[in-house]
């Protein structure tokens, strides 16, 4: 499709189509944006100002879409993740998050979770206020949303101490523990993930611990996929930089 030259109308239909054109146009380039040249190459024809557009002002359905293409975009594209937040994505899609449908909720958190591989964009995303929504959509909401909220807390955390902080705060810990637990795979590897990064901070070590962890993380060492063993092992290696904590994780065969 790319090849045969369809990118830049259908960047040309989200930028001026009637409110079906936007819509599917933005659904197009969504699945389109799973490429990785594809990624390069819409967003050298100009979509992503119009995208972001359509996620400020555009119907329900131009809103999911368009918050899909522009997860797609980010998707491991440091290019693009800073191209994506210059062109004001970020307020936006956490106002999806916050108050969207479902389906707006659940392509705008993975949006937020490609886009906090940026240092900088962390920061953005945290002063916007994502962080409680985020908790939120971990506690109550979707499979697919839960999954997506939870990594991108786990994003959130990478590296950033003042994150790591304000996600505890928030209450998220209980409940990544809880989808350690009894999630779905995704949602068990984003929790662990999180987890792993938010105990890189002293005070979460024994949050976390005291918040019935370090079983189900030893659960997933143990028998997880080889994703869920990577960010359960690497939790627990944090936890356990806390002295008390180390005795716990022996006691619980880790």
Do not use: M, W
């Amino acid at each position: 499709i790319a090849q045969a030259g369809a990118i830049a109308p259908l960047v040309t239909l989200v930028q001026s189509g009637t409110a079906g054109q936007k819509e599917y146009a933005a659904g197009a380039l969504a699945i389109l944006a799973c490429n990785d040249e594809n990624q390069v190459l819409i967003a050298q024809a100009g979509a992503i100002a119009p995208l972001v557009t359509l996620v400020q002002s555009g119907t329900d359905g131009q809103k999911e879409y368009a918050a899909s293409a522009l997860g797609n975009l980010a998707y491991t594209n440091a290019e693009n993740e800073v191209l994506i937040a210059q062109a004001g994505a970020i307020a936006p899609l956490v106002t999806l998050v916050q108050s969207g449908t479902d389906g707006q909720k659940e392509h705008a958190a993975a949006a937020l979770q490609s886009l906090a591989f940026n240092a900088e964009n962390q920061v953005l995303i945290a002063q916007a206020g994502a962080i409680v929504a985020l908790v939120t959509l971990v506690q109550s909401g979707t499979d697919r949303q839960k999954e997506h909220a939870a990594g991108a807390l786990r994003s959130l955390a990478y590296n950033n101490a003042k994150n790591q902080v304000s996600i505890a705060q928030a209450g998220a810990i209980a409940p990544l523990v809880t989808l350690v637990k009894s999630g779905t795979d995704r949602q068990k590897e984003h929790a662990a993930g999180a987890l792993r990064n938010i105990a890189l901070h002293a005070e979460n070590q024994v949050s976390i611990a005291q918040a019935g962890a370090i079983a189900p993380l030893v659960t997933l060492v143990k028998s997880g996929t080889d994703g869920q063993k990577e960010k359960a092992a690497g939790a627990l290696r944090n936890i356990a930089l806390h002295a008390e904590n180390q005795v716990l994780i022996a006691q619980a065969g880790g």
